[in-house]
């Protein structure tokens, strides 16, 4: 019952994504948007957690906080069985394996990322549709608020390196929960590696795919609370800015998803398998 070795979980990631890369298109979308379901959900109870602690809560603790309620997402994903594209990333092991083509990587990793969308947007319309924003008094509006802002406000660089050090970690969770045995094995596998992203302030696209829009739907709202809200913030919330600010984000979380942890392990455990040592 002991956990896979490294060199173990490596030829594992590998294998996982050689199956992803031939999984129907169907099956692929339906797991997707349910990932998308479970990262908004997340971001839902994170976002929960956080209102109303700037004036209570030191800036790190609150934050923390945050991060291990929203490793619930992928909790979820991990121990129930979805497809993520952030931790879809670490199918190049399998290309560079030539188990798969490129075509079919990219293939999985466009209905993945499509369905994530859907999921996740659909998510926080449900979200938003149950008044569950207006809880605390319009707190957790006001947290959404700053949330949505904050990411749509960031430069294209820096939402670019923070994407990366965002899926480093990620797909370190995942790749720390092939190894693991149990549900309890990949329930702690996922809660520190997550809780850090989210506390150091990393960007995820697919948990972007939620919280911007979420902000999107109360700025338009009648609701009272929204008046609260500081003098130019909403003017930055746009569908526009929305999608172009997913550029950058999902670009940085594939470099680090894929180079600097598949590619890294790929190159240290698996570059020299099924080949013949020279004489």
Same mark, same amino acid.
């Given at each position: ?126 979200? &938003?549709? *149950? ?24 430069? &294209? ?44 302030? &990393? ?15 109360? *700025?338009? *709202? ?58």
């Amino acid at each position: 019952m002991d956990a896979l070795l490294p060199v173990e979980i490596a030829r594992k990631a590998e294998d996982v994504g050689a199956q992803k890369a031939q999984m129907d298109a169907l099956r692929l979308f339906v797991l997707a948007v349910l990932a998308g379901a479970f990262i908004g959900l997340g971001a839902m109870f994170a976002t929960t957690v956080m209102a109303g602690t700037d004036d209570t809560l030191p800036f790190g603790l609150s934050r923390l906080i945050a991060g291990v309620a929203f490793s619930t997402g992928l909790i979820l994903i991990v121990a129930g069985g979805a497809e993520l594209f952030t931790g879809n990333t670490l199918m190049v092991m399998a290309l560079a394996a030539r188990k798969i083509s490129a075509g079919k990587m990219l293939r999985a990793w466009a209905i993945v990322y499509v369905g994530n969308f859907i999921g996740a947007v659909g998510t926080s319309v449900l979200v &938003f549709l *149950s008044g569950q924003y207006l809880s605390g008094d319009g707190s957790v509006a006001i947290a959404a608020l700053s949330i949505g802002t904050g990411k749509v406000a960031l430069p &294209f660089d820096q939402a670019f390196f923070l994407g990366i050090l965002c899926n480093v970690l990620v797909c370190l969770a995942v790749w720390l929960s092939l190894g693991a045995r149990s549900t309890a094995d990949k329930v702690l596998a996922v809660l520190f590696p997550i809780s850090a992203f989210v506390a150091a302030g &990393f960007e995820h696209s697919v948990a972007n795919m939620y919280l911007i829009p979420l902000a999107l739907l109360i *700025s338009v *709202s009648a609701e009272p609370i929204v008046m609260q809200a500081p003098a130019g913030q909403l003017e930055v919330l746009t569908w526009a800015a929305f999608l172009w600010s997913l550029i950058p984000v999902t670009l940085g979380n594939v470099v680090g998803g894929s180079v600097l942890v598949g590619g890294v392990y790929w190159f240290v455990y698996l570059r020299h398998e099924g080949k013949q040592p020279a004489p």
